[in-house]
């Protein structure tokens, strides 16, 4: 009885080692600008073995810096679909990570009202300073041909669609 449960144990055992190394999933969804590291422990479900693997990328144009995966001349991994592998040994263990821009811009300055001239063009980010590693543009309707004074809507957005809107008074004299 004793005998056989250890043979069943033992069985578990060997089964379980020869499992390998074990990914918490196969693709990782990551912000744009957020670290991506080259740490094992980081994609594992298990990480007690993390010492003996290392994680390398399988696209071409992405380096690793300071234990970081980055676009080559970039510091962060730009928007896209990446491979990457667990190695441990001459093994190599699959998955994908996907860089994605989820964040509407940040306006580093909050503005209430703009004075400008009859005829004048209006350098939005002049004004609201707003950034986004993706690329910034501005979409506003305002009538500058004359005098007047105009609430106005300011939709500042990214190549990929994520916007913050801003209402000013634009006055123009």
Not at 26 to 45: R, V
Request: proline share 2%; aromatic share 10%.
């Amino acid at each position: 009885m004793f005998k056989k449960i250890g043979v069943v144990v033992l069985s578990f055992l060997l089964c379980a080692c020869s499992m390998g190394v074990q990914l918490k999933k196969q693709t990782f969804t990551i912000e744009l600008g957020k670290d991506i590291y080259a740490n094992p422990t980081l994609y594992l479900k298990d990480s007690s073995h993390s010492s003996r693997l290392k994680v390398v990328s399988k696209s071409v144009g992405v380096d690793k810096k300071n234990n970081r995966f980055m676009t080559s001349g970039m510091d962060y991994l730009v928007v896209g679909e990446y491979d990457f592998a667990i190695q441990d040994g001459n093994k190599e263990y699959p998955f994908v990570i996907k860089v994605k821009d989820t964040a509407p811009p940040v306006c580093a300055s909050e503005v209430s009202q703009i004075t400008i001239s009859v005829g004048q063009n209006i350098d939005w980010n002049s004004y609201f300073h707003a950034t986004d590693l993706s690329g910034v543009t501005f979409e506003a309707n305002v009538d500058t041909s004359s005098a007047s004074t105009q609430d106005v809507q300011v939709k500042i957005s990214d190549r990929f669609g994520n916007a913050v809107t801003k209402n000013v008074s634009v006055v123009v004299q």
